[in-house]
């Protein structure tokens, strides 16, 4: 069964700092990898995904995240804070196939000070 | 474009009362899902249905009933609430199929926050 890990349920950051939002999965075969993000009182929205092409993969808004196999993990990055970035970011990992299912992280709340 | 519309936004209910939390999509997807997301814990599946005419219990199916009535539609049903249903829930749905098109996007409603008393 697969599952994800993110650690750390707060960051802080400031504006203008990197920000590093760490996810680790576990899965039995080779996942597809997602991010997404939630504003305030908002559904859930794409940030960015990995489904197997460059380990590197670009999102929107400046964020990007790499897919590690070795380390399993799939952390989300991005040089700069903009206040704007200020929201709850969930890692998460699916299967494609029969029962196909998204399992989610637990999130991590994002703060950034000016 | 609407994407995925959940009603109602908001719903008190007291303990052991009955309410239908209602669903649609105009992105002709194929899978839906429900969601409910408590704080601490993330989203934590409750039911889906992966075409038509087929439902699936996810993690916390407990307690909740569904009805895939359409291709576009997908409900969620609490038959006798209980305050532990006190949460946040979110319809989403996806392209599922064989094609390249998959890639395991969801696409997310505003999401409904049910009081329990």
């Known amino acids: 069964a697969q599952s994800v890990t993110q650690l750390g349920s707060h960051v802080s950051v400031s504006e203008g700092a990197l920000v590093l939002l760490r996810c680790n999965y576990s899965?039995?075969?080779?996942?597809?990898l997602f991010w997404y993000v939630q504003y305030p009182n908002q559904g859930l929205q794409l940030l960015l995904k990995y489904t197997s092409a460059a380990t590197l993969v670009k999102g929107i808004n400046g964020f990007e995240a790499e897919f590690k196999k070795s380390e399993t993990s799939f952390h989300l990055t991005k040089p700069s804070a903009h206040m704007s970035d200020a929201a709850e970011y969930f890692c998460?990992?699916?299967?494609?196939?029969?029962?196909?299912?998204?399992?989610f992280g637990a999130g991590t709340r994002l703060f950034v000070k000016a | 474009n609407a994407g995925v519309t959940q009603t109602p936004k908001f719903q008190v209910l007291k303990t052991g009362q009955s309410m239908t939390l209602q669903c649609a999509q105009d992105?002709?997807?194929?899978?839906m899902y429900w969601y409910r997301q408590d704080p601490g814990m993330g989203l934590r599946l409750i039911y889906y249905?992966?075409?038509?005419?087929?439902?699936d219990k996810g993690e916390v199916p407990n307690g909740y009933n569904v009805s895939r009535l359409n291709k576009r539609e997908f409900s969620l049903r609490l038959e006798s609430a209980a305050p532990s249903q006190t949460s946040v829930y979110f319809c989403?749905?996806?392209?599922?199929?064989?094609?390249?098109?998959?890639?395991?996007?969801?696409?997310f409603g505003e999401g409904s926050r049910l009081t329990v008393l």
């Open positions: 992105m002709n997807h194929n899978s």
């Open positions: 249905s992966a075409s038509e005419g087929t439902t």
């Open positions: 899965s039995s075969v080779p996942p597809y």
């Open positions: 998460a990992v699916s299967l494609l196939g029969g029962g196909f299912k998204t399992i």
């Open positions: 989403a749905s996806s392209e599922l199929g064989t094609s390249g098109k998959n890639t395991g996007e969801l696409f």
